[in-house]
């Protein structure tokens, strides 16, 4: 099992970032998929997710209007969206695999695989 999280990068307040997660091992349908980041000094915060069957999605407040998760099922492939960036964003972004239930999407502990983190800047 891998997640390979890649798109992060430096932008400017208001610009937009895709970030994508490549996935192996394992069906997409098969799991959710969890995006979750990081500022320093801060705990890790789940902003997005989608199942894996059904594809449903669910989003933080802080993420809503603004982030679009997403994914290809023939590429294996999630996707997050992220418009209208703010310098509040800047954080190492993780995408990882877990089977939560939907009142616990934004809890790590319910994800057991997790991809190296993709760094994301935005200037003010």
């Known amino acids: 099992v891998q997640l390979q999280a890649s798109g992060g990068g430096l932008v400017q307040a208001g610009g937009s970032l895709r970030l994508s997660c490549a996935l192996s091992?394992?069906?997409?349908?098969?799991?959710?998929i969890g995006w979750f980041r990081q500022a320093p000094g801060q705990e890790r915060e789940g902003i997005a997710y989608?199942?894996?069957?059904?594809?449903?999605?669910y989003y933080a407040d802080s993420a809503k209007g603004r982030f679009t998760v997403s994914r290809d099922n023939a590429k294996n492939t999630v996707y997050l969206q992220m418009n209208s960036l703010k310098p509040e964003d800047t954080a190492i972004y993780y995408c990882?695999?877990?089977?939560?239930?939907?009142?616990?999407?934004?809890?790590?502990?319910?994800?057991?695989?997790w991809g190296q983190g993709t760094q994301v800047t935005v200037s003010s």
């Open positions: 989608i199942r894996g069957s059904g594809g449903g999605t």
């Open positions: 091992g394992f069906r997409l349908i098969d799991y959710g």
């Open positions: 990882a695999r877990g089977r939560p239930v939907a009142s616990a999407w934004r809890t790590s502990t319910m994800y057991a695989y």
